[in-house]
């Protein structure tokens, strides 16, 4: 499905490689150190940032070149990129069409989309009026009625108490079966591996190693693995 060959990213004195392949409704938890580059690769799959060598293929074709909102994918920052002066409603309509003339199916689609993530009470409201854990499911809703087969999640729920970010995680979960897309999640807590990933892409010293199942890898963890999880 995604193919990452030979990639390369440099960025002034930070270096980061990759070569993988990444399935279908797959579940990858991308882990590793702080400052090890899991964002850096996650913005070079999206587009936005260039890589210096290699290529990104999808279903064989070649998209190193192609403009982010191009791509068969979607990302979902920390921040859950909200914009406050909108309506929720507005914010996940931006998803679909970015100058909101939504057509009716269109309209329907967020609806339906809102309904699933259950702030359809909520529509008209601006995010500063919602919860985080609220806003997060305002940005889910964005993700989801894009409809993309690749979801990039930058850990998502950092914010949320524990209890909140498992309820969110289950709820990703069921989306990404629901849609059959396949999730790229970078997180740094290892029970949120546990949780959702069916493979890990651990990310330390330059590299983005290949993914490998996650039960057997977190119940066994290599050395460098050992070390980043303590
Ligand atoms: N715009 C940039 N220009 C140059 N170097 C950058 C830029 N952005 C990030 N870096 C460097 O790239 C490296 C990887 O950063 P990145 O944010 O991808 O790491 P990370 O694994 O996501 O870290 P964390 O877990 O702390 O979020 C770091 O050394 C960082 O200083």
Not at 111 to 125: E, N, P
Not at 135 to 143: E, Y
Request: glycine share 8%; net charge neutral; charged share 20%.
């Amino acid at each position: 499905m995604l193919k990452l060959e030979k990639f390369e990213i440099r960025q002034t004195d930070f270096a980061l490689s990759a070569d993988m392949v990444l399935e279908p409704r797959t579940k990858y938890a991308v882990i590793g150190p702080s400052g090890a580059g899991k964002s850096t690769l996650l913005n070079a799959i999206c587009g936005f940032i260039s890589l210096s060598g290699g290529r990104l293929l999808w279903q064989g074709s070649d998209i190193t070149q192609a403009d982010p909102a191009d791509r068969p994918m979607t990302m979902l920052f920390q921040d859950n990129n909200l914009f406050p002066h909108l309506s929720v409603q507005q914010n996940v309509g931006l998803g679909l069409r970015p100058d909101l003339r939504l057509q009716r199916d269109e309209k329907d689609r967020v609806a339906q989309a809102l309904a699933r993530v259950g702030l359809q009470d909520h529509a008209d409201k601006r995010p500063g009026a919602l919860s985080g854990g609220q806003q997060s499911r305002a940005a889910l809703a964005r993700v989801l009625v894009q409809a993309r087969p690749l979801v990039l999640l930058d850990e998502p729920f950092a914010a949320l108490g524990p209890a909140l970010r498992n309820e969110m995680l289950d709820l990703v979960q069921s989306l990404i079966e629901e849609t059959g897309a396949a999730l790229m999640m970078v997180t740094h807590a290892p029970q949120d591996v546990r949780r959702i990933a069916d493979q890990v892409i651990f990310v330390e010293g330059g590299r983005a190693h290949a993914p490998q199942p996650a039960a057997a890898l977190m119940d066994n963890p290599p050395p460098e693995l050992r070390a980043y999880l303590g």
